[in-house]
């Protein structure tokens, strides 16, 4: 595993294009564009303002810059560096902005969700959509571009409406799990009476929906009926000889302190001594969090999971579990492998060829699992690099690691099963 050199950057904004040829990143209202490969700055572009948001084209053509606090989005051309596109949505304001999967229009959700403006690139035209209910993940689009799936809110209560993006025109439909002609396929609810679903995922076949709920539980449906297969629990003792516990551990801990303080105590590790994974012997108690029983959105349930890209592979985590990632056998329905970490997990992602899992927590370390075992490295450099977010390079030979106010990109030397191999420490700037 190699490291570049660590840059300055902006509240976690890099990315890479989704051809995987470029990296951007933002450092104040300045837009920076580096090769890939050598970091080699390519194209540097001067917003108006600090740069909240930024968001490539799917044909890494153009670049999104949002700038919440102006109204403004501008949009650069790789391709045409002296061509750009200003948008102004003037007393509206604007609280989020993205593109359509054509790359040639942009959606900007307005101040206190009052509509949302799409805007074309190609023929300056406006359509507008109302009653956009205000919550993180209330908006879309199918694989293909063709449809927009939007969460609204209207006359007090909640849909989710069906748009052509063709002419961005409403198909009346309401509808929970349906078909493209407007059938409703099922209407699925995995328990009455309390919260209900928190995060849902699909396999990448298609084959398979992953539904998590505030009871701690995954549900999985097929595609064929849309009834429940299967149901994944969370237990805070793993007592299951199938199932390995992998738990980290230590190198050589400080005398008198733990590594890092249970999640009731402190909410982020700062330490860099070095870790290693260690196999627990059955029955194992993971760390339990209890939630504050009178704050909104308690931290129950399963907050976060996702589909390795084989379909073969299921990762979660149970919110009340912070420090546990759990891995779960899609081929034989069944629970393979728990990853319990000294800290809370902040992030996971599945590497886009392998099923290779990385997981971060907040730290000086990245965690990869593959079917082969896990390993802990930790990032090189001076002082402490705090890995807050990671993303994959759409190869998966290389991984852009988010702190605070630098990234750092790590390339993969894979040998046998996990074994990894260091190349030169990037410095510090």
Known sequence: MNFSEVFKLSSLL???????????????????VRDANTL??????????????????????????ALYKRGLVQVWSLEQPEWHCKIDEGSAGLVASCWSPDGRHI?????FHLRITVWSLCTKSV???KYPKACQQGITFTRDGRYLALAERRDCRDYVSIFVCSDWQLLRYKVLLYSLDGRLLSAFCAYEW?????????????????IGSYDGKVRILNHVTWKMITEFGHPATVNNPKIVVYKEA???PPLGHLACPPPRVAAGPLTSSESKYE????????????????????????GALAFSPDN???????????NAVWIWDIRKLRPLAVLEQLCTVRAFQWGPQQPRLAICTGGSKVYLWSPAGCVSVQVPGEGDFQVLSLCWHPSGDSLALLSKDHFCLCFLEMEEGMRMAFGQRGDCT
Not at 107 to 111: A, D, H, Q, W
Not at 285 to 296: I, M
Request: aromatic letters at 10%.
């Open 14 to 32: 890099c990315k890479f294009s989704p051809d995987g040829k470029y990296l951007a990143s933002c450092i104040q209202y300045r837009l920076v």
């Open 107 to 111: 959606l900007n959700t307005t101040e």
């Open 194 to 210: 309390s919260l209900g679903i928190k995060s849902v995922a699909w396999s990448p076949s298609s084959q398979f929906l992953a």
């Open 127 to 129: 359509s507008y959509i």
């Open 250 to 252: 230590e190198k050589s």
């Open 279 to 302: 196999i627990a012997s059955m029955p194992v108690s993971l760390q339990t969090l209890k939630p504050a029983a009178d704050r909104a959105n308690p931290r129950i349930g399963i």
């Open 312 to 322: 073969y592979f299921l990762a979660t985590r149970n919110d009340s579990v912070p």
């Open 40 to 65: 080699q700055i390519l194209q540097l572009y001067t917003c108006l303002d600090q740069i909240q948001h930024l968001e490539w084209s799917a044909d890494s053509l153009f670049i999104l810059c």
